[in-house]
């Protein structure tokens, strides 16, 4: 089976990559905490083996944390940014036109 652009859509879905650049545009820093995420799990990997005396367990535990804090910083940082463009700039722009 051969996938071609003569393929049927419907018109109101888009596909998968459509959506994903939509979310992205969005909320920019969720690809971030993403990619944080991939890079903070990939260097415990790497360390993986030269942990020292400390258990496996704890290891992974310690990965998973910051891979997680980086994820949530991401997020609060992007909900703190709309929170900024809501609740500041917006009230400002509207003072300034009356």
């Known amino acids: 089976m051969s996938t071609s652009k003569d393929s049927w859509t419907p018109e109101g879905e888009d596909g998968v990559s459509e959506k ?16 944080g995420f991939a890079v903070v799990a990939a260097y415990g ?6 942990r020292g005396s400390i258990k496996m367990s704890v290891h992974l535990i310690h990965t998973r944390v910051a ?21 500041v700039l917006k009230p400002s722009q ?5």
């Open 20 to 35: 994903l650049q939509r979310k992205m545009r969005a909320s920019p820093l969720v690809p971030v905490g993403i990619a």
């Open 67 to 87: 891979a997680q804090a980086c994820v949530v910083g991401a997020t609060a940082v992007g909900a703190m940014y709309s929170m900024y463009k809501e609740y």
């Open 45 to 50: 990997l790497y360390r993986l083996k030269a």
């Open 94 to 98: 509207s003072l300034t036109r009356k």
